[in-house]
Nanobody
Framework: QVQLVESGGGLVQAGGSLRLSCAAS????????MAWFRQAPGKERMFVAG????????FYAESVKGRFTISRDNAKTTVYLQMNSLRPEDTAVYYC?????????????????WGQGTQVTVSS
């Protein structure tokens, strides 16, 4: 069992920045592919960014590429999402997700564990 706790959400003006954190506990963190998804009201949960368990390769949705950066600190068992140049369309609940040794980084159904979510609101 893996527990994930997100933090760092909030209200920010367009063009601003936020850093989300996801603290993991329960298993060997370095064995888990980690990702961030987001869900806006009335929309499906969508992939934002992911980081592979073995190579630490990173993957991004086209809509956030160049603005968001995912990273992980295995010693602190934490994954981060640095979000810059935020736009109103980035407004959503952001969820952290984990799956054991998977290469299916972008696939929602692949993830076994989810956090409770943190709200990000970007005002125009």
């Amino acid at each position: 069992q893996v527990q994930l706790v997100e933090s760092g959400g909030g209200l920010v003006q367009a063009g601003g920045s936020l850093r989300l954190s996801c603290a993991a506990s329960g298993r060997t963190f370095s064995d888990y592919t980690m990702a961030w998804f987001r869900q806006a009201p009335g929309k499906e949960r969508m992939f934002v960014a992911g980081i592979n368990w073995s190579s630490a390769s990173t993957f991004y949705a086209e809509s956030v590429k160049g603005r968001f950066t995912i990273s992980r600190d295995n010693a602190k068992t934490t994954v981060y999402l640095q979000m810059n140049s935020l736009r109103p369309e980035d407004t959503a609940v952001y969820y952290c997700a984990a799956v054991w040794r998977s290469t299916y980084v972008r696939v929602y159904a692949a993830y076994s564990y989810w956090g409770q979510g943190t709200q990000v609101t970007v005002s125009s």
